[in-house]
C-alpha cells in the first residue's frame, strides 16, 4: 500500500470549503426551517408582551417608589440640619467668658498676688 | 435590470407589511432570506445545529427591531447584520460555556477513514485553528460569493480588515493542509 501525499490547490480548498459548509438542499427542510423560525418569533413576541405588560405594571411602583426615596432623602437632610441647628445652638449657650474679660481678670489677680507677696516680705 | 428592481420594490413593499404587523409578510421576508441567512450563519458558527439557532434567534430579532428599518435601505445587508451578530453572540455564548464544562479529555467525534477523505478532516480541523473572524470572511467569500464590502457590512469591520482577514485565513490553511495523505 502506498502512502501518496499531496497539497490541495486553491481551487481544491474552495470545493472542501463548499463541500463542509453546503446548506442542506432537501426542500422539505427549509419549510420545516421557516415553520420553526416563526415558532420562534411567536414565543418570543409573546414573551416581551409578558414583559411589556409587567413593564407596564412595574412603572407606577417605580414612580411611587422614587417619591418615597426623594421624600426620605428630604427628611434625612432636614433631620441633619436640626441636629447641626442644636449642636451650633448649644455650642453658643454655653460659650466661656471672652478671651479679653478673662485676660484682665487674671491680671489684676496676678498683680494682686504681687502686691501681697512685696507686703508681707 | 427591471426584474431586480420588480424584485426590490416588491421585497420593500413586504417589509412595509410586515412593519405594520402583518405575520404574512413577515413569513414571505422569512421564506425569502432563511437561505442566505442560514449560510452567513454557518460561516460563523463551528456547526449547522448552532447555525439553525442563531438563524431563529436572529430573525427574532429582525421581528423586534423591524420598526426602527428604514425601507429606503436594502433589507438583506440589514438583515444579515443582524444575523451576524446574532452568530457572533452563540459563539462567544457557546465558548463561555464550553470553558465551564468541557472536560480534560475531549472525545474526538467518530470518524470513518473509509467514508472520509482526508483533506475533508484535515480541514474540519484546520478551521478551527482560524479565529471567528477569520473563518466567517473566508467562507462568506470563497462559498457565498460575498464581496469584501458585503463582509465589511455584514461583520461590522473595515473592507480592509475583510481582505486582510482573507489572506491570512487563506495562507494558515494552505499550511496547515500540507502533504496531506490521499485516499483512494
Redesign the interface.
Known sequence: MTDHRWTPSEYDLTEALRAHYAAPSEPGYWSALEARILAHVARGAHVEGWWSALAEMARPALAAAAVLVLVAGAAVVHTRRIDARDAYASVISAAPPSIETAARTSSVADGDATIDYMLSH | MPAAIDGATTERAIVVAAQRGS?EA??AL??LH??RA??VV??IVLS?EDA?DA???G??HA??ALDRFRPDQPFGAWLYRIMANAALDLVRRRKVRDADELPDNIALPFRDPAESGE??ER??EA?LHLTDRQRAV??LH??EGFTHGEIGRTLGIPEGTARSDLHHA?AT??RL??????TP
Open positions: 405575520d413577515f413569513s422569512v421564506r432563511q437561505r442560514y449560510s454557518r460561516a449547522h439553525e438563524v431563529q434567534e430573525f427574532l421581528h423586534r483533506l475533508r480541514l474540519k478551521l473566508i467562507v470563497d462559498v487563506r490553511l494552505r493542509l500540507q502533504n496531506i495523505r490521499s
